[in-house]
């Protein structure tokens, strides 16, 4: 498995941006970002595919916006208009060739086999 390595978190007021950025991100993989807000489950936040189609959780969608720059090797999440409730510990995950897309959803995290340590998103009132 790869270590993927995440950064960009921080502690923002409500309305502000951050953006998030997780390395090594390969051209033919699918990934994903996941957040865990304390006591609650890690959830699943957007996708993004070799095709470059992506999908949002309801609660980001038109504000949080995922890509991927195959040259630099980087996934990035632009969070933007963040709200209180977007506090959460943000992981980045991979699955190498898309070979686990093929029979696990693209939004359960037993669909990614390599995952970040994570970066902690902070947003105050």
């Known amino acids: 498995q790869l270590q993927l390595v995440e950064s960009g978190g921080g502690s923002v007021q409500t309305g502000g941006s951050l953006r998030l950025a997780c390395s090594p991100a390969?051209?033919?993989?699918?990934m994903a970002w996941f957040r865990e807000a304390p006591r609650l489950e890690r959830e699943w936040v957007a996708t993004i595919e070799t095709d470059d189609y992506v999908r949002y959780i309801d609660a980001v969608k038109g504000r949080f916006t995922i890509s991927k720059d195959n040259n630099k090797h980087t996934l990035y999440l632009q969070m933007d208009r963040l709200k209180v409730e977007d506090t959460a510990m943000y992981y980045c995950?991979?699955?190498?060739?898309?070979?686990?897309?093929?029979?696990?959803?693209?939004?359960?995290?037993?669909?990614?086999?390599?995952w970040g340590q994570g970066t902690q998103v902070t947003v105050t009132s």
């Open positions: 995950a991979s699955d190498p060739g898309c070979v686990l897309a093929r029979v696990v959803d693209r939004t359960h995290r037993m669909g990614y086999s390599d």
């Open positions: 390969g051209d033919g993989d699918c």
